[in-house]
Each structure stands twice: as C-alpha cells, then as structure tokens.
C-alpha cells in the first residue's frame, strides 16, 4: 500500500471501506519484535522459519533488511546479505520463498532509494543458513511499481504491479484501472539466463497480492475491493477472470484449507493518519475467502491497539500469524478456546 503518499483528502474519496467483522476465532496473541515496516513474509518450505521483509517506510531512505524468525528455537536473526551490486539500494516490500532440488531461494520486490524511483526489480537470492546470497536482480519495462511476488513450481514468477505509473495520483483520484500483474519467466538455477517477462493480466485497479495455486493464479485487486482468480496456463498466461470475493482493501495473499487468507484495510483515513504516525492507531482485519462459494469469514479484527494496518497473515499449525505495513513486529495468535 502507498496511500502514505497521498493527502487525507484523496484518501477519502478514493477506496471503498466496507469490512467483514464478526468475532475473532484467534486470540491471545504474542508480539514477535523484528524490524521496521514488517509489511510482508513468507513460511520457509519446512514449516520452520518466517522470511520477513523490513524497511522503514516513513524513513524511506534507511536501507531495510530480511529477517528469519526459527518458531523453534524462537529467536529472530537479521540475515546477512552477500554477493549484491554495489549500486543495489535494498528497500524490500513483498517476497516469496521457492525450493528446488535441495536449495531454497528468496524472491523480494526491491524499491529504489526514492519512493517514485523508476528503479524498481525483484532481487533474487539463495538461502544458506543464516545468510542471503546473491542470485540475480530481475529487471523489466513491466516491472515498474511492484508491490508482491508470488513463484510458480519451476522458480518462474508472477509480480504485482500495483500502479500503471508508479506512485499516480490521478489513478487512485479517479480509480483508473491502470495496474498490471506481470509474468516472468526465469529459473533460479540458470540464472544468466535473462528473464522474459510479459503482462499477464492487465486493466486492475491497483494490483496487490498474487498467488499461485495449481493451475490458478488469485489477485487481490484493492482499488476495487474485489480477489479474483485467472486460470493459469503452462506458459504462464493467464485466462477466465473471476471475481471470487469483495474483501474491502485487500492486500496480501495466503492459503489454508482451501480457502485464501488476506488482510483487509478497512479504514482509509486512519491508514493515513498512521503512515504519518505511529501514534494512530488504523484497525486490522484478517478474513478468508473460500474461492468456490464466493464466501468471506472474519477470523481476527482489531481497532489498531494490538496491530494496525494488517497487511498478511498466513496459518500454521493452527496458530495465526499477521505482518503489518509500518511497525516492528509479527503477530502470533492462536485459536479462541
């Protein structure tokens, strides 16, 4: 989400803020302290570890980190990166993890050192213990304001590209469908070999949270409050768009028991008072969406005191857990007994 970037005004007249409330079935949640802006994460393979992505995002110009969170042992590391260009500002957003044949990769979206910065990639790295090394940075004409990156089953990869032109006022002013997510074709293993990236799905109203799943492909479209659903192709391209859910503000994708997890954004005035402030507080709520009835269910809703301005949530092993835009930590919670 960038709506810091706009005035309160705009804000107002831009989104839709209808919410799914209904009585949390998680409670008793435990705060894990990570880093600044923990807006996205992502579960390793194994089920062990939590990939999270941290930038400070009302101080852009503080270089961000990844984070791995061991549900073991219970301890947070900040990983160390090797092996970047020099000219690499690290400024992560959404990412992704990928195994294949024994070696596991991180796909994070990287941003410039300026928010409007045309420079804008997904960088690719190869997990080794507790470092990060570098693999490759993936840059296209179609990757130009990405926001989340979902990895097919061969280390291909879908991006969101969240605005036509990054940063547009006119596109959130008007709620023109200018986004875009795009597919790029690549294998981790054979990194020289450039990718080739092409729109697989265009015309969205702010392109948020990808996810791949068989032979669907789910996009949270928050400009529209709308999920949908494309049929996936062997090549990558997509077909048969369906509205599956209104989920108000939608951000990041997860899957459980055959249902989608995402975060909802449910009120647009205090998301902006608390980009400017992490004094106020912006309500967050978690639902699921089952894609086969068109059926939304509150699981977590909170006024902002316990996490404001959820942005992912993912469950495992029965516990729920919720990154969110600005602050410095996850949230574990557990079922309501």
Known sequence: MRCLFLSAGILTLTFHCASVQAPNKYDNCEKITVGAGTE????????????????????????????AFNLKSRQVKKLARSGEPADLFFAP?????????GEKYLYVVNHGKETSDPDQSIVIYRISGDSLLFVTRVRSELINSPNDVAVTETGSFYISNDHGSRGSFWELMWGLKKSKLTFCNFDPAAPQKEAVCSVAAADIGMANGPLVR????????????????????????????????EVAGGDNLSWYEQQLITASHTSNWKFFRHASSASNKSPSSIVAVDPAKNAVTGLYFNDGSEISAASGAFIHNDRLYISQVFEDFILECRPVQ
């Open 214 to 245: 068989g032979d669907k492909v789910y996009l949270t479209a928050t400009r529209e409050d709308a999920v949908y659903s494309f049929k996936r192709a062997g090549d990558g391209s997509l077909s048969e768009k369906t509205k599956v859910a």
């Open 40 to 67: 996205d994460f992502a579960l390793s393979p194994d089920g062990s570890t939590i990939f999270v992505s941290s930038h400070e995002r009302r101080g852009w110009k503080v270089p961000g980190d990844i984070f």
């Open 93 to 101: 957003h959404g990412v992704d993890v990928f195994s294949q044949k």
